[in-house]
Each structure stands twice: as C-alpha cells, then as structure tokens.
C-alpha cells in the first residue's frame, strides 16, 4: 500500500448527505458541481449548486494489486501524478478540458481518450463506488475486484449517466502499468487508404493504442515492449510525431478543433464505416479517431439530419457545442421508458441534475 497521507483529504459526507436529504424533502433540484470543466458537455440544469469539490483524497492505493479508491472531488490531475510516480496510469486516459477537473466528472460523464479503443472505456475500469442516494444514505456496489457482483452491477451503471441518479462519493478503479516504451508516426495517406490499413493491422498483433487520421495524415501511437514497437515502427515506416498530438487530441486542443467556429460533433460509428455522405461537408471537415470509429465533425448540417444518417450506419451522434438543439441522440421509446423507470425508482423526486441527459429525466 502507498502512504497517501501528504495529499490533500477531507471527508465531507456527512454534509452531502444532509443537503440531499433536506432537497429531496422539499423537492428541490440539485446541480451537481465538481470542477465545472464538462459543464459544456450535456444539457443546462437549473438547481441550487451541490459541491462535491472538498469531498476529497485518496482512500487507499495499492500499487501491487493495481487498484486505487479515491473521493469523487478529488482533482484528476493529483491522481494521475499519484499513479504516475508508481509508474502506473489510467489506461482510458480520460479528458481533463481544464485543470480543475475532477475524479466524480470523469466518472459521470463517461468520456475516453484515444487508448479506449484497445483497452477499454472508464466505465471497464470501475471496480466499485460509493453513492449517496436521493435519502442521503450511502449505498455500496461492487468492490475491490474484477469479479465482485452476482447480478446486475449498479457501480457501472452510474458511469456517463451525468449524475442523474445519484451522487458519487469514492471510487474503486483498476489501474495498469505505464507501458515500457512508446512512438508516434504519421504517415501521409489518403482517408480510404488509412483505413484500409487499420483494418489490416487490426488483425495482427501490432502494439498499436491510439489511431486518428487528419489533413491527409495517418497518426499512430505504438507502445509496449521496447523490441516490439521498435520493430513495428521499423515496419510500419512514417516520420516522428510529437507525442503531445494525442494529449492535445483528447483535450480537444487540435487546430482543427479550436479555428472553425462551427458546431462541434461526435460521431460514434461501427468500425470500418464508410464515409457518411454529409451535406456541405468537405473532408477535412472531419478528423477520424479510434481507428475511425469514432469521428469528429465540424458543420452547421441539421442536427436532425445527421442524426438520421448516423443511425442508418448503426451509430449516433453528440454535440458538444452549448446551444445547438438536443445534444444526446433521442432514445428510441422502449429505451426510453426503461430510463424514466430506472430514473424514477433511483431519484423519485427528481433532484439529481434534472434534465442534465434528456429534458424529461
């Protein structure tokens, strides 16, 4: 176990479960708050602020069995630098979009970076957490193991659901070693061409996590063994890439992110998805990520009309820009009548972030 004494802790439970209780009596409306850095990301609510931010430290870590448990408020960053000194990582490698990001909005919304592809999603990595329920009573779900729920597990159920069900209080996540050595490429190839490559590649035992194509440019990250990427970089060929693209890929700091005032989109696609026929957009209007299946599109096209185009391909599609309509795909009925289920047992007075997903939960 790592002493973790010398990192900032306070334990304001008691607090938070008082609040809830009170606002669930009068029916009052909460609006979750950590480190305000993914407000953008979802619908507005409006309620009295519930700061989650002085609920913080972390609880144990346990560098040998890879498992760390930390409060919600606790800055993401000050856990990253914590398993980094262990040489360890979250593999996920989750969006910070600011420096007051939190352990509880991570968690809450949900979001990976560019390894997700090849080792999973937050929500793979949750072990078990601690949640405040709409009575203020703490409420445990699974635990310190991979392996830990007989039945439905609730913990992973509260990931990306934007607070809405409850409050998050501590976490248990699996943690990985940092990989031994690692290399950035770009090779310059067409959009088809490139995905015609990763489609090859996936089929083979490459040490490739992370894969975005833009500006006519493929952009690989290998890591693994020292021998292994040295090879595959050998075979692969390209020039050298600054390895800070991918840092500035997930915190959305890309040029093509930050000079084109147009709406903001996410595209979640099946692997190997030809290019949808958007109109009045052009190819450089989109930047492809995890090997294509996740796409980011820049257009003032009808939030209707994409959204159309993205199901026929079996996805969906989010915007990230404040404003622009809906930003979550509307759930098909039988989906949705299963939320407002889920939503009404969970918080029956509707004072978690109501409204903060869809505007009738």
């Known amino acids: 176990m790592v002493d973790t004494t010398a990192i900032h802790s306070h334990d304001a439970l008691a607090s938070l479960a008082t609040r809830i209780a009170a606002a669930n009596a009068a029916g009052t409306p909460l ?14 609510v409006q309620g009295e602020t519930l700061d989650v931010s002085e609920h913080r430290g972390i609880t144990s870590y346990d560098p040998v069995e890879l498992i760390v448990s930390v409060r919600t408020g606790t800055p993401l960053a000050e856990l990253e630098a914590l398993l980094d000194a262990q040489g360890q990582m979250l593999p996920f490698e989750p969006p910070h979009f600011g420096p007051r990001a939190t352990v509880g909005g991570m968690i809450a919304t949900g979001l990976s970076g560019p390894r997700r592809p090849w080792v999973g999603a937050v929500r793979d990595f949750v072990l078990g957490m601690r949640v405040l329920d709409h009575r203020g009573q703490e409420q445990r779900f699974g635990g310190e193991v991979m392996k830990n729920v007989a039945g439905y597990d ?20 699996k943690v990985l070693p940092k990989p031994g050595s690692q290399a950035s490429l770009r090779l310059e190839t067409t959009r088809q061409d490139a995905m015609t490559r990763l489609a090859e590649w996936g089929r083979k035992p490459l040490p490739i996590t992370a894969a975005a194509w833009l500006d006519g440019g493929l952009h690989l990250r290998l890591e693994g063994g020292p021998s292994s990427v040295t090879a595959t970089r050998q075979s692969i060929g390209g020039d050298e890439l600054d390895a800070g693209f991918w840092t500035d890929l997930r915190e959305l700091r890309l040029t093509f992110f930050s000079d084109d005032p147009r709406p903001l989109w996410r595209l979640s696609l099946p692997t190997n998805t030809p290019p949808l026929e958007l109109p009045g957009s052009a190819e450089n209007d989109v930047l492809h990520d995890w090997a294509g299946s996740q796409r980011w599109l820049k257009s003032e096209i009808d939030g209707e009309r994409l959204r159309e185009s993205c199901a026929r391909a079996g996805g969906h599609a989010t915007c990230l820009t404040p404003g ?38």
């Open 154 to 173: 609730l913990s992973r159920l509260m990931v990306a659901a934007q607070g809405t069900l409850g409050l998050i209080t501590e976490v248990s996540l």
């Open 324 to 361: 622009i309509g809906e930003p979550f795909t509307p759930l098909e009925p039988v989906l949705a009548k299963y939320h407002r289920e889920l939503k009404a047992r969970l918080d029956p007075n509707g004072i978690f972030n109501p409204g903060r997903l869809y505007a009738d939960l």
């Open 31 to 44: 609006r979750i708050e950590g480190g305000s850095s993914k407000t953008f990301y979802g619908r507005k």
